[in-house]
């Protein structure tokens, strides 16, 4: 055989190459393999710990991986021991091969035919992969507190971590929601295997769901959802809410009722009627159209202030008040009604004090009396008639403010009864010095013609007159020195006739007579008053009131003192200016009638406003 | 006077084994938290998120490496009680230091936040106390009686004034693998815990 055979069989090896390359020249173009990614490594418990990887293109070559690692500081590589526990692409770690708080730098490597591909180098510690399993054994029951119901859940760890050692530890974490609903509630359970959810609905049905994580991990799938049905109860408390309605409602009902009734009523109550403006003459049209002139206009009240003057008059005569001792406190009070008279227009008031000074009060002026009474008894008549003079001597005294009073003037010479002739004159001389500074301002006002703007003189003249009074005083003294007193008055109107105290009979009255004998110094003599406007002193009762007369006839009665004093009529003193009314009269005297002891000198003319204390009886 | 005074010793109530350890494992546990939040806090501020992924680059290996310290469940498992404790003192003295400079090392930083310093401070006063809790179990446990000074301070090298960048990897390298080294503390601990609650169970 020869060469044949080895040719032969060349041959045939020849075209077994030639058709093993052209069956390899026709595919497609190999290349090694790609790079594969190492997608994860996990370890359940901490004990053992498995990485996963992604294969690239195989480059169309069978393909192998193999994981190689290496530990921490250590240059000894390893493979992974294990590639088949863990599925495909997998690399399981046991136990033995576990390492804690050390590093793993952990390699995959593709090979083919070509050539080999090396993955990125992954570090890992197993202590930050553990992702454990999901708790198991989840129970849920329905509980019930006081009434309401709620939800207790339990679960178990994982059976593979290891938390009774404290190997691990882990928290876990549940969701609840309504069957209805998509939103979970989440709970924060920390480490403990059970817990509680409240606010639950009633007849409402409940998923519940737990899971778990280490205490630096990832956390774990949610477990196996667990179902769980709360009973009815919300018809109990639905009830109740019915009866409150329908109670509320009801008394709602009786409320408006009742406010209706009572509408207008409570109306009133928190809104008064604001009170509209209810003056007199007021016109409310008037103001709204805005004219004030007219509205003003409309105000002004007719006959305001009193223009008439034949008032005054009256009012001069009504001022008198008439001072006495105790006894004669009626004849005060009459008197005082006379003073308000005459002052109203200009606002009096009367106190109780009437202006007196407190030297003399009226009840310092009681004492004085009591004391002159008992003592006049004791004394002789004639003390007592310069007591009484003194007494009667003080006119009337007025004060600043006009008013007119008479006042019982306290003297400290009074008690001394019979001394010497000079005190006697002192007395009287101060009593006419009191008498003159409040004279005559009535008699002023008399005039009828004077009043308007002589009003306010009228009720201050006096002290012009003070000092001529005085002298008028003396004068009076000189002429008459035991019993005379004069009244003293000015006034510009038409003489006034003047009376003067004669002397004071057994029964204490004072005898009034007119002052004739000097009549001719005087220069302006008063005429005689009309009849009708003087009242005539017909005498003093017992009781110690001046007793006045109507009459139409006057004598003449010249003015006893002073011609200086006043050029029109000296003091003359005008009587009490009755006219018309009848007031001083009625309150000067309450009878008529006229005593047949004080006839003799009762013929003149008392001026009442100057009229002086009577003597007590 | 004295006599008395030990007199009052004596009759003080010592406290029991089981509530001693109670206590260290929560002061481990509390030290480790804190240790995790002041991490957390710095990488955040200054660790870019590509170097956050790679702990430990080579350079800058923890410390205690070097120390014989069980690493694996298995290993633990096997390791005898006073090796636990023992693991868990070494490893508590040995940080005692290196924390001191990582705190004047943050206090040098511009921006380090007030509550990582707080924090950082904070660690490294609790781990003193927790050495001196160890050091008493072990007393209580072992009958042993030990030191408390640092016998481990070699261990910890202060190199010259490092780069900017360097110090703040060094720093970030401390703490991460002071949380790490915390854990073990921890977890040491309650290995201890449960065996000697239930010495058949705690696989």
Redesign the interface.
């Known amino acids: 055989m020869g060469c044949g055979a080895m040719m032969k069989s060349v041959m045939e090896v020849l075209l077994l190459l030639m058709l093993f390359f052209t069956a390899h020249a026709k595919e497609k173009s190999y290349s090694p393999p790609e790079k594969p990614t190492q997608t994860r490594c996990r370890s359940p418990e901490k004990e053992t710990f498995t990485c996963w990887w992604e294969p690239g293109s195989d480059g169309g070559l069978p393909t192998t991986y193999a994981l190689y690692y290496c530990k921490e500081n250590s240059e000894t590589v390893y493979e992974c021991p294990d590639y088949h526990t863990a599925g495909e692409n997998s690399c399981f770690f046991n136990k033995n091969d576990t390492s804690i708080w050390v590093n793993y730098n952990i390699s995959v490597v593709a090979t083919n035919a070509l050539g080999r591909a090396f993955s990125d180098p992954v570090d890992i510690d197993v202590v930050y992969i553990v992702e454990p399993n999901p708790p198991e054994k989840l129970t849920v029951a329905v509980m019930e507190d006081k009434g309401w119901p709620f939800l207790l859940v339990s679960w178990e760890p994982p059976h593979k971590a290891d938390t009774r050692s404290g190997w691990i530890t882990l928290i876990y974490e549940l969701r609840v929601r309504l069957e209805e609903e998509e939103d979970w509630e989440m709970h924060h359970a920390g480490q403990q295997k059970m817990f509680n959810i409240f606010s639950l609905r009633s007849g409402g049905k409940y998923l519940v769901e737990v899971r778990c994580k280490p205490d630096h991990g990832f956390w774990s799938e949610w477990s196996s959802t667990s179902y769980v049905k709360v009973p009815d109860y919300f018809h109990r408390e639905k009830s109740m809410w019915i009866l409150v309605a329908v109670f509320s409602a009801f008394i709602f009902l009786i409320l408006t009722w009742l406010l209706h009734m009572n509408s207008h009523s409570l109306k009133h109550c928190i809104l008064p009627p604001v009170p509209g403006p209810k003056i007199k003459g007021f016109d409310k049209q008037l103001l709204k159209n805005g004219n004030s002139d007219e509205i003003f206009s409309a105000l002004v009240v007719p006959n305001f202030p009193p223009a008439s003057t034949s008032k005054y008059e009256e009012m001069l005569v009504e001022y008198l008040e008439v001072y006495v001792l105790e006894e004669q406190e009626l004849m005060l009070e009459e008197s005082k009604d006379l003073l308000d008279g005459c002052l109203k227009s200009e606002n009096s008031r009367s106190d109780s004090d009437s202006g007196r000074g407190s030297c003399d009060s009226h009840t310092l002026l009681m004492d004085k009396c009591g004391e002159t009474k008992e003592e006049e008894r004791q004394t002789n008549r004639e003390s007592s008639l310069i007591e009484t003079q003194g007494w009667k001597e003080e006119a009337i005294n007025h004060d600043t403010s006009g008013r007119v009073k008479t006042w019982p003037s306290v003297y400290s010479p009074l008690p001394q009864y019979g001394s010497n002739p000079l005190d006697k004159q002192s007395s009287l001389e101060t009593a006419k010095q009191h008498s003159l500074s409040t004279s005559s301002f009535l008699t002023q006002a008399g005039t009828k013609d004077a009043l308007g703007p002589s009003y306010t003189d009228f009720c201050f003249s006096n002290k012009q007159n003070h000092l001529h009074p005085q002298t008028l005083a003396h004068r009076e003294l000189q002429t008459r020195s035991d019993v005379n007193i004069s009244n003293i008055g000015r006034k510009r109107s038409p003489a006034t006739e003047y009376v003067e105290v004669q002397r004071v009979n057994k029964e204490d009255m004072v005898l009034l007579q007119p002052v004739v004998s000097r009549c001719g110094h005087i220069e302006g003599c008063p005429n005689l008053p009309k009849g009708e406007d003087y009242s005539k002193v017909k005498g003093v009762d017992c009781d110690n009131r001046l007793l006045l007369q109507r009459e139409g006839t006057g004598e003449d009665v010249c003015p006893l003192v002073d011609q200086e004093t006043n050029g029109e009529g000296g003091n003359c003193y005008t009587s009490s200016t009755v006219s018309t009314t009848q007031k001083p009269t009625a309150c000067m005297y309450t009878s008529m009638p006229l005593q047949e002891e004080t006839a003799l000198t009762l013929n003149g003319y008392v001026d009442t406003a100057t009229m002086s204390n009577l003597p007590s009886c | 006077t004295v006599g008395k005074i030990r007199a009052a010793i004596n009759r003080c109530p010592s406290i029991s084994r089981e509530k001693l350890l109670d206590r260290v494992?929560q002061h481990a546990e509390l030290i480790?938290?804190v240790s995790?939040e002041s991490c957390s806090l710095f990488e955040e501020m200054f660790i870019p998120f590509e170097l956050q992924?790679?702990?430990?680059q080579a350079g800058y290996?923890c410390i205690t490496?070097a120390l014989p310290i069980p690493?694996?469940?298995?290993e633990i498992q096997q390791i005898s009680d006073k090796w636990l404790l023992h693991s868990v003192l070494m490893l508590v003295q040995s940080w005692i230091e290196p924390l001191v400079y990582l705190q004047t090392s943050l206090n040098l930083y511009d921006v380090a936040p007030d509550t990582l310093l707080n924090k950082t401070k904070w660690v490294s006063e609790k781990l003193i106390s927790l050495e001196q809790g160890v050091v008493v179990l072990i007393k209580k446990m072992l009958d042993e009686g030990l030191l408390t000074t640092n016998s481990e301070q070699g261990l910890f090298q202060n190199d010259a004034q490092p780069e900017m960048l360097e110090s703040v990897m060094r720093d970030y390298t401390l703490l991460s693998c002071f949380k790490?080294?915390a854990?073990?503390m921890e977890?040491f601990?309650?290995?201890l815990?449960?065996r000697q609650t239930d010495e058949y169970?705690?696989?």
Do not use: F, V
């Open positions: 494992i480790y938290r995790e992924l790679q702990r430990n290996a490496k690493s694996s469940r298995s790490k080294d854990h073990k977890t601990l309650k290995l815990k449960c169970n705690c696989a």
